[in-house]
């Protein structure tokens, strides 16, 4: 029970860490590029524009991240008077970030915004910068996308480590490379159309140096 209880803290460091970067505020201080083009995000899917001009997209429970709704929202809007501050809230690829009554919270966009925040995720789930499409984790030698289905939507993710590195630290690298990527993957599939309650990911992670195995998770866990 224990170590159950220091792998959560872990992972809710790990995705502390990557919070930020996955709400893409525009709050860094990266010039806001398109990264979407070879090997990048293929889905085209377009969900409807309402009548105010705006994309709503829910996200479920399971995919706040460690966090609360309104943990969220409060970040974001934190982040938000900083951007504005600093004169760089044009480059917010949403318009902001509402936690629901029920958990979940909605992202408010327009269509010109839409891909990009797409694109965003597409490379936050398999441990890239969104700005350069670099891997961002030193210790990390390849991380592929598997099973795409016809809509180009991965469902899969195969990661590939320096083994010495990942066991100096093993729950905290075992998150970083497993539980941080599920989640950034998992906000990419509700964006190309995947209903929240059918998000799924799973996550292999290898010996970059044997090719072994060393770890298989499937996500979102369930009952635990």
């Keep these: 029970m224990k170590q159950k209880r220091r792998l959560q803290k872990g992972a809710a460091l790990a995705l502390s860490l990557l919070l930020l970067l996955g709400s893409l505020a525009g709050c860094g201080d990266k010039p806001q590029e398109d990264v979407s083009g070879a090997e990048g995000p293929t889905n ?3 969900p409807p524009v309402n009548e105010d001009g705006q994309i709503v997209i829910t996200m479920p429970k399971t ?3 460690g966090k609360t709704a309104e943990e969220l929202e409060a970040e974001d809007k934190e982040q938000r008077q ?3 501050q600093e004169g760089m809230l044009d480059q917010a690829v949403y318009n902001a970030l509402l936690a629901n009554e029920d958990g979940t919270f909605n992202y408010y966009l327009t269509e010109e915004q839409y891909p990009k925040l797409k694109a965003g995720y597409y490379w936050l789930g398999c ?3 969104p700005y350069t499409a670099e891997i961002s984790q030193e210790f990390v030698a390849a991380a592929d996308y598997t ?3 016809e809509n180009s939507v991965p469902w899969g993710l195969t990661v590939s480590v320096d083994a010495e590195t ?8 075992s998150a970083v490379v497993t539980v941080v990527p599920a989640v950034m993957l998992g906000r990419y599939q509700v964006l190309c159309g995947v209903p929240g309650e059918e998000w799924a990911v799973h996550v292999t992670v290898k010996d970059a140096e044997s090719g072994e195995t060393i770890l298989e998770n499937d996500f979102p866990t369930r009952g635990e």
């Design 44 to 46: 085209t899917y377009m």
């Design 147 to 149: 099973d795409l289905d």
């Design 127 to 129: 441990l890239r910068d």
């Design 166 to 173: 990942y066991y100096s630290m093993e729950m905290w690298y």
């Design 82 to 84: 900083t951007a504005a």
């Design 63 to 65: 995919l706040l991240g």
